[in-house]
């Protein structure tokens, strides 16, 4: 369940801090420029793909298509979960089992901390005794719960950081996701300590800290969750207020997170429920305000038209890995987007890329048979895949292809040995030649899939 993307993520457009080759030269690391080779002025704004587009408001799929799509991905292996049909109680051989997947995945990894030393089993002890796992019982009954402040889901129950390369402080390896206020969870397990509990949401699962969390009913939660009216968030990030005059800030959600709507009689704020935490840590339902400026009564209609422009509001938005500081790396920026349609995709780019629709495959570098291939299809609900990263077509222009994505770096050809990264750290536009020359290659050339999101 847990979501690690093998980062020779970055090629052309995407780096690979952890896995270049021992005899591969260190590559030098510079700020990319402000203007990206091959993007103008006028690409910048959604306007412009909707314009090329030869039928951007028809629907891709319809909101009861939407929900069989959902349905798909819950019953595959995909990683994403029905939380109101889960076992109850659940096998606890599945829990440890999902816990020790995530600790053996880091143990089996060369890792430094903070202060640039490596990594000793000693860490990794002391770390599995505070998880408590000789206290997982054979059928756990299920507790509920909701996420009440923005919660970083780590697969370890600690905030200590781990790197694969010394320094690399913006690549926690201990970083899962990022879970937002409002987000329900199933409760697992917790630790000796009782400050962290192990969690499962609808696409993943890790430790959060347990002073985040309310614990709920099974109604309350079944209630939450079963809501027939509810606000999406919109804009990148939407401001939550607990006051009609909307003054007493409670915290932001992120693009596609969704909240029961209590009231949309008022031209300024939605009126939403929220799930707050007592000071038992029981969670009780209050009323919050949302504004109307930055979400939706419902999902958006699912249309090219409305994937670009959600697309776009996230243009240059911090780069986040696992989002990390509450930001997006590129799956999560594809589940905002695609969130606000109410299409529910995995958390990882490797599980993303089987979610949908596969229009086309490709084996090698050649670029020919990839151009030919997106020449015959219009952006809007299409992702391109490749080894490590996922990002969103777009469209063709003079012979060249451009997707949007949310990416740290690409790499540059140097005259000298190696390559020369060049530091983005955002959700960037770019033409699918980003990083040709380069050790890696472009972003065409390392392109292995053309998805559709569509049952």
């Avoid at 002890?125 to 889901?153: C, S, Y």
């Avoid at 690399?168 to 987000?183: A, M, P």
């Avoid at 391109?384 to 990263?389: A, E, Q, R, S, V």
């Avoid at 451009?402 to 770019?430: C, E, F, M």
Wanted: aromatic content about 8%; proline content about 5%; glycine content about 8%.
């Amino acid at each position: 369940m847990m979501r690690r993307q093998i980062r020779t993520i970055f090629l052309a457009g995407i780096l690979s801090l952890s896995s270049l080759a021992a005899t591969t030269p260190e590559p030098k690391y510079l700020s990319a420029p402000a203007q990206i080779n091959g993007v103008s002025r006028i690409m910048k704004t959604a306007g412009y793909w909707i314009g090329r587009h030869p039928e951007p408001d028809r629907l891709i799929m319809d909101p009861a298509t939407v929900g069989s799509f959902n349905e798909r991905l819950r019953n595959s292996e995909l990683n994403v979960y029905d939380l109101r049909r889960l076992p109850n109680p659940y096998n606890g051989n599945t829990i440890r089992q999902m816990i020790e997947q995530q600790v053996d995945a880091l143990q089996n990894q060369e890792l430094y901390d903070q202060e640039g030393k490596k990594v000793s089993e000693k860490f990794f002890k002391k770390v599995r005794a505070r998880m408590d796992l000789i206290n997982v019982l054979e059928q756990k009954d299920l507790e509920f719960g909701f996420v009440t402040r923005f919660a970083d889901q780590r697969m370890l129950p600690t905030r200590d950081g781990l790197y694969a390369k010394i320094n690399d402080i913006e690549f926690d390896e201990v970083q899962n996701s990022g879970l937002d206020v409002g987000t329900p969870i199933l409760i697992l397990h917790e630790s000796k300590d009782k400050k962290w509990i192990y969690v499962l949401s609808e696409i993943s699962s890790g430790w959060v800290e347990e002073d985040r969390v309310a614990r709920s009913s099974a109604s309350e939660f079944q209630s939450f969750l079963g809501a027939l009216s509810f606000a999406v968030i919109t804009e990148p990030k939407a401001d939550i207020y607990l006051d009609p005059q909307m003054k007493t800030f409670h915290d932001h959600a992120r693009m596609g997170m969704k909240f029961p709507l209590l009231k949309d009689d008022d031209e300024q704020r939605y009126m939403i429920m929220l799930p707050k935490r007592t000071e038992k840590g029981k969670m009780e339902s209050v009323i919050a305000y949302v504004p109307k400026a930055q979400a939706s009564a419902g999902f958006l209609p699912y249309t090219a038209r409305t994937i670009f422009e959600q697309a776009f509001k996230l243009l240059n938005e911090p780069y986040g890995w696992g989002d990390m500081q509450g930001e997006q790396d590129c799956s999560r920026f594809l589940q905002e987007v695609f969130g606000t349609v109410g299409i529910i995709l995995p958390r990882d780019s490797k599980n993303q890329a089987k979610a949908g629709h596969l229009i086309a495959g490709f084996e090698d570098k050649s670029a020919g048979k990839k151009i030919a291939a997106l020449e015959k299809i219009p952006g809007g609900g299409i992702i391109l895949t490749m080894k490590g990263h996922i990002m969103l077509y777009l469209g063709m222009i003079d012979e060249k292809p451009y997707a949007i994505h949310s990416v740290w770096a690409y790499r540059q050809p140097d005259k000298t040995d190696g390559d020369i990264v060049r530091v983005l750290n955002r959700v960037t536009l770019s033409d699918l030649l980003l990083g040709q020359g380069s050790q890696k290659g472009s972003l065409l050339q390392r392109m292995n899939g053309i998805v559709e999101v569509k049952k």
